[in-house]
C-alpha cells in the first residue's frame, strides 16, 4: 500500500487528521533519577567503575582482563594467543590500534586486517580469512559499567564480523571509555542529525549463549564463544 | 464507626458462618453494623462471563442497596474488587450512576483492608495458637491492591504460625464460571494449589475470599486432607485458644 | 529435571499440533479443535507441562531478581507505559519520519496492509534476488504471514537459525513460547529431529546438539542470498531498526547475506534513541532476567560503501494485519505498546498448565489471548480464547508496560456475548441470574428452594459418595455441576442464609442458640 494511504488510515483510526508537526513530549528517555543513579542506591565513584564493569564481564561468562598499563597488554595477549588453536587472527584495521602499540599481533603473529583498507588480500581472501579465524581482536567505542556491555560503532575500518564469526572476541578498552550507562554510549544529539549514524552498532554483552535445549545453557552458539576484554588501566 | 454490610450472595447462601464472624469481628472493633436487605449481589458472575447487561441490572440493585452508607465492608476481596474496578466502566452510560458507582467506590472496603487501613488497628486481640497458611486471592491482591492487611492481621494473632506457601500468588483455579467451563484446566491448578498447600503440612488454611477456599477446600475434602479450612473473619475472632478443630473440613 | 525415557513419541511423526507438512495448505489449529479440547490434549502431555512449569518458574524467578536489583521497578513500567502509550498516540507521525530516515539511509521501505501483502513483497524481493536460501531469525511477524511456507512453495529454503524455532521448524510445529520456542521438545526429541536433517549420528548431550547446530547453521547464513530478521524496536529519529538477539543469529542473518529483510509489525517503533535505553531494561529483565540481551544491533540503512560486511540492500517492510483494527478502539489500543517480552505467559496460572499449542496460534498466553481475536482471526473463530483466564490478572501485573489485558480479556468476552456467540443456554441462564439476582424478594426465594431442594432431595452427601442419592449422583455428572465434582466435592448446604439469621443477630444473646454461629462444621 501506498505510504500515505497507510499512514492516513491509521490517523483515521486515532480520530483525527495525518499529523505532520512533531508530537510534543513531556520527557523521553530514562528519568532523572535514573540518570543520577545508574548504579541504584548506592553511588558509585569513577575510581570505582572498572572493578564494577569488571565483575559485571565475569558474571556474563566473559573474561576480564586488567592491564596495570599499556605495557602490560602485549604479554596479555601474547598468551591468549599462544593457547588459542589454529586459525588464525581477524583485527579491525591495524589504523585503530595506533595507541595501543601492539604492532607485533600483525608481524608476529600474521594477523589479518579486515577491512577493505588492506591492500594485500581482495575481499573473497578476507572473507575466507574472518570464517575461518580463531581469534577475533577490536577495540571498542565505550565500554558500559552497569551492565558489562562493549558498545562497537561499526565503519569501513571496524567491520562486522570480526566481533561475531571467530570463535574468540578480544576486546580492548581503555579505561576512559568506561561509561556508566547505555543512554552514554548511544550517538550524541549531533550523530543523530547528520549522516554519521553508523550502518551498525554492536552492543555486545558476553559470550553468545541459548538455553533453548531442555533449559540447558549453551556458550558459543553463533557468536564468539569465548568473549575477553583487556582493560588498560590509565588509558 | 457505622458500617454496611455488604455480605455477598456466596456467604450469604453457602457460608452465612462467615458473614456472622465478620459482623462480630466489626461489632468487636467498636463498629455499629447494619444490614441492608435490598442487596443481592455485585453482579460480578455475567461480567467477567461477558453478560454486561445482566450484570449492570445485579449491579444497580447492589448500588442501591448501599446509598448513604458511610462505609460499606465486605468478607470479599473479589466482590470489593468488582466494585473498585469495574463499577464506573459498568455504569459509564449514565452520569448519575456513574457518579453513585464513583462514591460507592470510595465507601467500599473488603474485611481486612476496612481494619488496617481504615480502623488503622492490625491487633484484633486474637489466638491462634497453630500453623497456618495464607491464600491470597488474585481480585482481593491485584484489582483491589490488597496485599499486605491480611498478613500485618495475621501476624499479630498470639500464636499462630504462619508458613510460607510455594507460588502463593498463584491463581487457584476458582475464576468464577471458569472453574466448570474449562474445568480440567481449574482442576489442575487446584491441584498445584492443593498440593504446595499440602507441603506445608499447616494446620489450617486462611483466606479472603470464599470463592478461593470453597474452590480449594473442595479439592482438599476430595483428597481427604484434614487441613482446616477458614476465612479471615473466622480466624479472626478466636479470642481464645481451644483444641477443638474449627472451620471447613473439620 | 527428569528426562522421561526415550521411549517417546519419535519426532519425526507428526505432533498433535503440527501446523503443516511441507506441501500442505496451511490449516488453523484454533478452528479444528475446541479450545476446551485442545486444553484437554495439552494436559495429557505430562513432559510438556513439567517442562512449562520449569521454564515458567526460572524465568519468573530470574525477573523478579533482576528488577529488585534494577530498583524502583514501578517507575520503570510508568515510563515504560508512557512513552509507548505517546508513540502509538502519534504512531503515523513517527512511522512517516521512520520511513524518511531510513531511505535517506539507503534502505527501502514499504507499507504492507495485510498478510498477503507482506508475502509478496518479499517473494518479489526474493524472486529478484533470485534466492535460493533465506535465513530467518526470530520474529513473530514473520510466523504471523506464514512466510517461510510461503517461500517454500515457491521452492526456496527458508530455514530458522534461532536454535529454538529451528528445532520447531525441523518439528513442522509452531513456536509454543514467545521466547523459548521449544520449550516443550526434550534432548531425545532434538536429537532425533537433528540427526534426520542431517544424517549424522549425534548424542543428546546439550553440547553436542548446540555444537551441531552452530555448525549446520553457519553454513546457512554464509549461503544464503537473503537474510530475514523482525524488528524489537525500529528508532524514528534515524531510521534505525534494532535487534535484541543471544545466539548471535540475528548479528549474522543481518550481516552476511547480500540482502536483509526486516519485518516490523508497525506498532514497534520508538521515537528517539534516549527511548530506546528504557526498552534495553525493561524487556530483558522481564523476558528472562538478564541485565540486557547479549547482542543489541543498532541497524542503520544497509552498509556502507567501503565496509566489507553487511548487506547491500536493507528492505524494510511495515505490517498492519489488523494492527489497525486495536488502533481503532481505545479499549485495546493499549495492547499495541506490548514489546513482546514473554513475561505474561511466564505467571499465567492457564499458560502453566497448558503450554502454548492450546492456544492455536502464534501468539500463546495472554497477550495472544487478546492479540489473536484482533489481529488475525477475528472474535468468532479466536474470541473463544479470552475464556482461556480466570481474570487472576497476573499478566498486567507483570506486564512491563502495564497493559491491562486482565480488563482487556473481560471485554474481549462482553464482545463475543454481544456478537452471539455464546451458546444459548448460557444466555438463557444469565439473563435469569440477573432477573433473579437483581431483586431481592425474587433472590431470598430462589435461595430457599435451593436448599430446600438440597437437603431435601438431593441430599446432604455431596462428594460423589456411595451413600449419595441418585439424584444427586445425577446431578453431580451433568454440566456444569460435573465441571466442579470432577475435582473437587461440593460445597456442604447451609441450613439457613445470613439474611434469615440476621435477625437474631442483632440480639447479641442469641450468640449461642444459632449453630450457625459455632462454626465448627464442614463445608
Not at chain 1, 194 to 201: G, L, R, T, Y
Not at chain 3, 293 to 305: E, S
Request: net charge negative; with cysteine; proline share 4%.
Amino acid at each position: 500500500m501506498e505510504r500515505e494511504q497507510f499512514l492516513a488510515g491509521l490517523a483515521s483510526c486515532l480520530g483525527r487528521p495525518p499529523q505532520y508537526d512533531k508530537p510534543i513530549r513531556e520527557f523521553s528517555g530514562v528519568t532523572d533519577r535514573y540518570a543520577h543513579h545508574p548504579f541504584g542506591q548506592i553511588d558509585l565513584p569513577q575510581t570505582e567503575w572498572l572493578k564494577r564493569f569488571v565483575g559485571e564481564l565475569i558474571s556474563l561468562g566473559a573474561n576480564a582482563l586488567v592491564a596495570e598499563s599499556i605495557d602490560s597488554v602485549p604479554s596479555l595477549l601474547k598468551t591468549i594467543f599462544d593457547k588459542a588453536k589454529r586459525g588464525g587472527i581477524v583485527t579491525w584495521h591495524r589504523s585503530e590500534f595506533a595507541s595501543w602499540n601492539i604492532d607485533f599481533v600483525w608481524d608476529e603473529y600474521s594477523a589479518v586486517d579486515y577491512s577493505e583498507a588492506n591492500d594485500e588480500l581482495d575481499d573473497t581472501a578476507l572473507k575466507q580469512k574472518v570464517q575461518t579465524a580463531t581469534i577475533g581482536l577490536t577495540t571498542v567505542n565505550y565500554a558500559i559499567v552497569n551492565t558489562g556491555t562493549l558498545a562497537l560503532y561499526i565503519n569501513e575500518f571496524r567491520n562486522r564480523s570480526v566481533s561475531l564469526l571467530p570463535t574468540e572476541h578480544i576486546a580492548l578498552v581503555a579505561e576512559s571509555q568506561l561509561v556508566a550507562r547505555l543512554g552514554d554510549a548511544l550517538p550524541s544529539g549531533a550523530h543523530r542529525q547528520s549522516s554519521s549514524v553508523p550502518s551498525s552498532i554492536n552492543f555486545i554483552s558476553g559470550p553468545s549463549r541459548s538455553a533453548d535445549i531442555e533449559n540447558d545453557l549453551s556458550i558459543g552458539v553463533h557468536g564468539p564463544a569465548v568473549l575477553t576484554v583487556i582493560i588498560c588501566k590509565g588509558k | 464507626m457505622k458500617v454496611a454490610l455488604f455480605i455477598t450472595c456466596l456467604v450469604d447462601q453457602l457460608y452465612p458462618e462467615v458473614g456472622v464472624n465478620t459482623l462480630r469481628l466489626l461489632q468487636r472493633l467498636g463498629c455499629e453494623v447494619t444490614f441492608p436487605k435490598s442487596q443481592v449481589c455485585c453482579g460480578q458472575p455475567a461480567f467477567n462471563s461477558g453478560y454486561v447487561d445482566d450484570a449492570r441490572k445485579v449491579a444497580k440493585n447492589n448500588l442501591k442497596a448501599f446509598d448513604g452508607a458511610d462505609y460499606v465492608v465486605s468478607p470479599s476481596g473479589s466482590c470489593t474488587g468488582m466494585v473498585h474496578h469495574y463499577y464506573e466502566e459498568l455504569f459509564a452510560d449514565s452520569p448519575r450512576l456513574a457518579a453513585d458507582a464513583k462514591s460507592l467506590k470510595t465507601r467500599t472496603f473488603e474485611l481486612s483492608q476496612f481494619i488496617v487501613n481504615v480502623l488503622k488497628t492490625n491487633d484484633v486481640g486474637a489466638v491462634f495458637p497453630h500453623s497456618v497458611v495464607y491464600h491470597p486471592s488474585c481480585h482481593g491482591s491485584r484489582l483491589l491492591g490488597v496485599k499486605d492487611e491480611p498478613l500485618q492481621l495475621l501476624s499479630k494473632v498470639r500464636e499462630l504460625k504462619l508458613r510460607p506457601l510455594t507460588n502463593s500468588q498463584d491463581c487457584c483455579g476458582f475464576g468464577g464460571t471458569f472453574a466448570v467451563k474449562l474445568s480440567e484446566v481449574s482442576g489442575a491448578m487446584v491441584t498445584e494449589k492443593v498440593n504446595n498447600i499440602a507441603a506445608t503440612e499447616a494446620e489450617y488454611l486462611v483466606g479472603t475470599d470464599m470463592g478461593c477456599l470453597m474452590n480449594i477446600a473442595g479439592s482438599m475434602r476430595r483428597r481427604g486432607m484434614q487441613t482446616g479450612v477458614l476465612h479471615l473473619s473466622q480466624l479472626l475472632n478466636r479470642t481464645e485458644a481451644s483444641d477443638r478443630k474449627q472451620g471447613y473440613n473439620a | 529435571m527428569n528426562h522421561p525415557s526415550t521411549e517417546r513419541v519419535s519426532a519425526t511423526e507428526p505432533s498433535p499440533f503440527a501446523t503443516k507438512q511441507l506441501g500442505d495448505k496451511i490449516e488453523n489449529p484454533l478452528t479444528q479443535k475446541s479450545l476446551k479440547h485442545r486444553a484437554d490434549d495439552a494436559l495429557r502431555d505430562e513432559y510438556l507441562r513439567a517442562a512449562v512449569a520449569f521454564t515458567t518458574d526460572r524465568l519468573r524467578g530470574r525477573k523478579a531478581d533482576s528488577t529488585e536489583l534494577l530498583g524502583e521497578w514501578e517507575e520503570w513500567r510508568d515510563r515504560g507505559s508512557a512513552i509507548r502509550s505517546h508513540t502509538i498516540a502519534h504512531l503515523d507521525y513517527y512511522l512517516r519520519e521512520f520511513s524518511d530516515r531510513a531511505a535517506d539511509k539507503g534502505a527501502t521501505v514499504y507499507f504492507a496492509a495485510d498478510a498477503a501483502e507482506a508475502q509478496s513483497i518479499v517473494l518479489e524481493i526474493a524472486h529478484k534476488k533470485e534466492a535460493r536460501i533465506v535465513a530467518k531469525s526470530k520474529s513473530m511477524v514473520s510466523e504471523e504471514v506464514h512466510i517461510n511456507h510461503v517461500l517454500e512453495d515457491e521452492g526456496i529454503t527458508s530455514v530458522e537459525t534461532d536454535l529454538g524455532e529451528w528445532i520447531v521448524q525441523l518439528a513442522h510445529e509452531t513456536p509454543s513460547h514467545i521466547i523459548i520456542p521449544a520449550i516443550h521438545k526434550n534432548r531425545f526429541q532434538i536429537q532425533q529431529l537433528f540427526e534426520a536433517e542431517g544424517g549424522e549420528t549425534l548424542s543428546s548431550e546439550t553440547s553436542v546438539l548446540a555444537g551441531y547446530a552452530r555448525r549446520r547453521l553457519r553454513e546457512t547464513f554464509l549461503k544464503a542470498e537473503i537474510g530475514i530478521t523482525g524488528c524489537n524496536f525500529a528508532i524514528a529519529e534515524t531510521g534505525s531498526v534494532v535487534l535484541f538477539c543471544n545466539e548471535g543469529n540475528a548479528r549474522m542473518v543481518s550481516t552476511l547475506p547480500k540482502t536483509h529483510i526486516v519485518m516490523m509489525g508497525m506498532e514497534r517503533i520508538l521515537p528517539a534513541w534516549d527511548d530506546l535505553e528504557v526498552m534495553a531494561n525493561l524487556l530483558p529483565r522481564s523476558a528472562t532476567g538478564q541485565k540486557i540481551t547479549v547482542y543489541m544491533t543498532a541497524l542503520t540503512g544497509p552498509k556502507k560503501k567501503a565496509e566489507l560486511d553487511g548487506p547491500e540492500e536493507l528492505h524494510i517492510v511495515i505490517l498492519d494485519n489488523g494492527r489497525s483494527g486495536a488502533l481503532a478502539d481505545p479499549e485495546f489500543r493499549e495492547v499495541l505498546n506490548c514489546i513482546r517480552c514473554g513475561a505474561c505467559l511466564n505467571v499465567c496460572p492457564v499458560y502453566r498448565q497448558v503450554g502454548g499449542h492450546a492456544y492455536g496460534s502464534v501468539y500463546p498466553g495472554p497477550i495472544g489471548a487478546v492479540l489473536t481475536p484482533i489481529l488475525q482471526q477475528g472474535l468468532k473463530a479466536a474470541g473463544e480464547l479470552s475464556y482461556a483466564s480466570s481474570l487472576c490478572g497476573a499478566c498486567f501485573e507483570a506486564c512491563p508496560v502495564k497493559i491491562p489485558l486482565h480488563d482487556m480479556l473481560v471485554h474481549l468476552r462482553r464482545k463475543y456475548v454481544e456478537n452471539g456467540f455464546e451458546p444459548p443456554i448460557e444466555k438463557a441462564a444469565f439473563k435469569a441470574f440477573g432477573t433473579i439476582f437483581s431483586n431481592r424478594t425474587a433472590y431470598e426465594a430462589a435461595g430457599k428452594a435451593g436448599r430446600w431442594l438440597q437437603l431435601n432431595v438431593l441430599g446432604k452427601d455431596t462428594d460423589r459418595s456411595a451413600q449419595a442419592s441418585p439424584l444427586m449422583k445425577v446431578a453431580e455428572r451433568i454440566e456444569p455441576l460435573a465441571g466442579w465434582t470432577a475435582h473437587r466435592a461440593l460445597p456442604e448446604t447451609a441450613q439457613r442464609s445470613f439474611r434469615e439469621i440476621w435477625p437474631e443477630l442483632l440480639d447479641h444473646n442469641s450468640a449461642s442458640q444459632s449453630p450457625e454461629l459455632d462454626d465448627s462444621y464442614g463445608a
